[in-house]
């Protein structure tokens, strides 16, 4: 649904991001820790929903930061350190929260 570089796209994201998704996305990801599908895909979600180079984009960011998302996104790269799917999406959610140019 968050997909999209459009504006359409754009404002997905931040309806999931209004709707509170963020901290739900965190909290499955503590409710079920030893599940690396349920981890794969909420770094998916993260990805997805912090995705955009505006204002809005910066904000959700800061928003998955703030509901705690990058220490169970580490958490669950060492959990399921084998999994490749998981290292594959939790790099890439890493690399989705923290990317910016404000100081």
Request: hydrophobic share 50%; glycine share 6%.
């Amino acid at each position: 649904i968050t997909v999209g570089t459009d504006a359409q796209g754009s404002a997905r994201r931040q309806a999931a991001a209004d709707a509170g998704a963020l901290p739900h996305i965190v909290a499955a990801m503590r409710a079920h820790s030893v599940t690396a599908a349920v981890q794969e895909q909420a770094c998916r979600a993260l990805i997805s929903i912090t995705v955009g180079t505006d204002a809005q984009g910066s904000a959700r960011r800061q928003a998955a930061a703030d509901a705690g998302a990058l220490p169970h996104i580490v958490a669950a790269m060492r959990a399921h350190s084998v999994t490749a799917a998981v290292q594959e999406q939790a790099c890439r959610a890493l690399i989705s929260i923290t990317v910016g140019t404000d100081a």
